[in-house]
C-alpha cells in the first residue's frame, strides 16, 4: 500500500500496477494508516473519520461515519458470523458505545451502550447469541436485535457497584486500571463458562461457573491461591497458579487444585487445598493422565509431574532448572526442555534431567530434523546432537570459527548440508561430522535508523520461518527474536508471537469479506523453500549500502540491490517473500525480488 497526498493505493507488489485506490484530495489531508493487530485489516484516520480497510481487495469494512461512532478505542471480529464489534464514543450524545457492524456493507445493525467499563472479550456462544465480558459485568446480546437477553456480574465485588455511587466507582476504577493488566480471565467449555479473577496482594482467586444458555450461576469457588490458569481435564479443571506481581509473595500460595466441574469444590490435599508449588506455573502440558508442570521461582525454575487420578506428585522433590523455561517437547528420550539459559532433558520416569552438565542454550540456537534434536553451546561452541526416538546423545565437535563483528550466533538451522549458525551479519556452515564448511562475515552499514529498521523485518522474516517447525511452540516462538531483533524494536516480539497459529485459526472461522483476506495471508505466511535457503544481509563495501541475498548452504551472495548513497532511504521489505520496496525520487517507487 502506498500513500500519496491525494490518495491511497494498494499496488500488484510484482508488477507495481494499481489493484485498488481509495480515497480524494481532501480526506487524505493527514492520513494516518496502522495494522489491526492479529487481523489482516488496516486502520485509517483521517480528518472526516475512522475506517478499516480490507487491503487485499481494497474494501472498507467498517466507516465510523455509517456506524454513528465518533472514536474507536477498540475492536474485535467475529468471523464467524461477518462482524466486527467497534467500541467507542456515540455521535449521538457521546456515550461509550457498543456497535454492531456486518463488513459486507461497513454499517452498524444496531448500537448499544458499553458502560460496564474495559472490554476483556466478546464471542460467539450459539447460532444467534454472543457474549461480551466485560471489565464489571457480562452480557448475553441477540446478535441480530442487540437486546441484551442477561447481564451478570463480574466478579462479586462488581455486583455490588450499583446506583450512582457504583457508577462513580466503577468510572473511579476504570480510571485506575486504564493502562494495568486486569487480571480477570473468560473460559468457555462446552455448555458453560467460566470468570476467573483475583488479587495479588491478598494471595486470593474467585472462579465463577455461568449456564452458558441462561446465565445462571452453577458455582462460585473461592481459593487461598494466587489466580491462574484452568485447565479443562477429563479428571476435573485443574488451576494453576501464575507468576505473581506483588513485591511481597504469600508463602503457600502458589497451588495447584483440580476443581469439581459440577460444585467447583477442591479435590486435592488438605482439605481441597491442593498443592504448594515453588512459583507460578509458566509451562504446563498434559501428557496422557500426568500433567507437567514448570515454575518460575526467581533465578530457577521447577518442573513437577502430576498424576491426574489421584491428584500426587509422581516425584518427592521437582526438578531444578536455571533461567525461564520458555517451551517443551515430549518424545520418546524425554521432555526437551527449552530455557533462557540452558537445555535440558527431563526424564518423567525418575523426575529429575538426564544430563548432569546442562547445554548452555536459547531456543533460538536449537533446531529438530527427522527426528534428531541439535542445539549450540554458546559457552563450549560445541554442537550436539540427540536421537529423539533412541536417546542416544552425543558431540558432534565444536565450531572453531570466529565471527566478525564481534558478532556471536544467535541462531540454529539443520539443513540437509549441515548445520547453520547466523547472526545478523555473519553466517557459518558445520557439517554433520563436526567440520566447518564455510565461514562468512559481511560488514554492517553504521546507519541506525536502516539498520534498525531492517532488523525489524529480519526478526519478522526469521520468525515466520521458525514457527512452522512443528516443535516450536507458542512459547518459543514469541521468544524466537535474537537479542539484535528485540533491541530494534519491542513491536517486532508482539508481531510474531503465534502469528501463524492465530491466523490458521481464525481463517478457518471466518466468513464473508474476512475469508478471503485470510486465505491470502495463510498464502503469504507460508514461506516458500526460497525464503528457507537464503539469508538477507544488510551490508556496506567500497561501492556503499546493499541488501544482499546470501545461499545458506555456500555463504555466497546470490543477489544485490544497491541502496547508494542516500543517508535515509525511503524503504520497506516485504519479509514474508522477501521483497524490496524502495522510493526513488518524490514520485517513483521501485520493487526488488531478492
Not at 500519496?4 to 500488484?12: A, V, Y
Request: charged share 25%.
Amino acid at each position: 500500500m502506498v500513500a500519496t497526498n491525494d490518495s491511497l493505493i494498494g499496488l500488484n507488489p510484482s508488477s507495481g500496477q494499481p489493484l485498488w485506490e481509495w480515497g480524494d484530495r481532501q480526506s487524505l489531508a493527514n492520513v494516518e494508516l496502522s495494522s489491526l493487530p492479529g487481523t489482516p485489516f488496516y486502520r485509517i484516520d483521517y480528518r472526516n473519520g475512522i475506517m478499516v480497510l480490507d487491503p487485499n481487495a481494497g474494501r472498507i469494512v467498517f466507516d465510523s461515519i455509517d456506524a454513528g461512532i465518533d472514536t474507536l478505542e477498540e475492536t474485535h471480529f467475529l468471523y464467524d458470523r461477518n462482524a466486527m464489534i467497534a467500541i467507542g464514543d456515540s455521535k449521538l450524545g457521546r456515550k461509550r458505545s457498543l456497535a454492531y457492524v456486518d463488513m459486507d456493507s461497513a454499517k452498524a445493525k444496531w448500537m448499544i451502550e458499553a458502560d460496564a467499563g474495559r472490554i476483556l472479550s466478546i464471542e460467539s456462544i450459539s447460532e444467534d447469541k454472543i457474549l461480551v465480558v466485560s471489565l464489571f459485568e457480562i452480557r448475553c446480546i441477540d446478535a441480530r436485535s442487540g437486546n441484551v437477553l442477561w447481564n451478570k456480574p463480574t466478579t462479586p465485588e462488581s455486583g455490588q457497584l450499583n446506583g450512582a455511587l457504583g457508577g462513580f466507582l466503577k468510572a473511579l476504577a476504570e480510571t485506575a486500571v486504564q493502562n494495568m493488566e486486569i487480571a480477570v480471565d473468560y473460559y468457555h467449555s462446552d455448555d458453560t463458562f467460566y470468570i476467573g479473577s483475583g488479587d495479588d496482594e491478598q494471595a486470593t482467586s474467585t472462579y465463577i461457573a455461568y449456564d452458558a444458555e441462561t446465565g445462571s450461576l452453577r458455582w462460585q469457588s473461592d481459593l487461598r491461591a494466587y489466580p491462574g490458569n484452568l485447565i479443562f481435564a477429563p479428571q476435573g479443571i485443574v488451576s494453576l497458579s501464575r507468576p505473581s506481581n506483588s513485591a511481597t509473595k504469600m508463602i503457600g500460595a502458589y497451588r495447584v487444585k483440580l476443581l469439581d466441574p459440577k460444585t467447583g469444590k477442591g479435590q486435592w490435599g488438605k482439605r481441597g487445598n491442593g498443592i504448594s508449588l515453588k512459583g507460578g506455573a509458566t509451562n504446563y502440558f498434559r501428557l496422557g493422565d500426568q500433567l507437567v508442570v514448570c515454575t518460575d521461582a526467581g533465578k530457577s525454575a521447577f518442573v513437577y509431574l502430576f498424576d491426574l487420578n489421584t491428584g500426587s506428585l509422581l516425584h518427592d522433590k521437582p526438578a531444578k532448572f536455571s533461567g525461564d523455561i520458555y517451551g517443551l517437547y515430549a518424545s520418546s528420550a524425554g521432555i526437551v526442555c527449552l530455557g533462557s539459559e540452558e537445555t535440558n532433558l527431563y526424564d518423567p520416569a525418575k523426575g529429575e534431567f538426564v544430563w548432569k552438565k546442562p547445554i548452555r542454550s536459547t531456543p533460538e540456537l536449537t533446531d529438530l530434523r527427522d527426528d534428531t534434536f541439535y542445539a549450540f553451546d554458546t559457552k563450549t561452541n560445541a554442537l550436539f546432537q540427540l536421537d529423539l526416538k533412541s536417546g542416544d546423545f552425543k558431540t558432534l565437535g565444536k565450531f572453531t570459527g570466529k565471527f566478525g563483528g564481534k558478532e556471536r550466533p544467535t541462531r540454529l538451522e539443520a539443513r540437509d548440508s549441515g548445520l547453520l549458525l547466523s547472526a545478523s551479519q555473519n553466517l557459518a556452515l558445520v557439517d554433520y561430522g563436526g567440520k566447518t564448511v564455510f565461514n562468512r562475515h559481511y560488514p554492517a552499514p553504521t546507519r541506525s535508523t536502516l539498520v534498525k529498521a531492517f532488523y525489524l523485518a529480519q526478526g519478522i522474516r526469521a520468525s515466520i520461518i521458525a514457527a512452522q517447525s512443528y516443535y516450536v511452540t507458542g512459547a518459543v516462538a514469541a521468544t524466537s527474536l535474537t537479542p539484535e531483533y528485540r533491541d530494534a524494536d519491542p513491536l517486532a516480539k508482539t508481531i510474531v508471537g503465534g502469528m501463524g497459529i492465530a491466523y490458521a485459526d481464525l481463517a478457518m472461522q471466518a466468513h464473508g469479506v474476512a475469508a478471503e483476506s485470510f486465505r491470502r495471508a495463510n498464502q503469504r505466511f507460508k514461506a516458500t523453500q526460497e525464503l528457507k535457503d537464503s539469508l538477507l544481509i544488510l551490508t556496506k563495501d567500497a561501492d556503499g549500502i546493499a541488501l544482499l541475498k546470501v545461499d545458506k548452504d555456500s555463504g555466497e551472495s546470490q543477489r544485490r540491490v544497491d541502496l547508494g548513497q542516500d543517508k535515509t532511504p525511503q524503504y520497506t521489505f516485504d519479509a514474508f517473500e522477501d521483497r524490496l520496496f524502495l522510493e526513488q525520487g518524490r514520485n517513483r517507487l521501485a520493487g526488488y525480488r531478492m
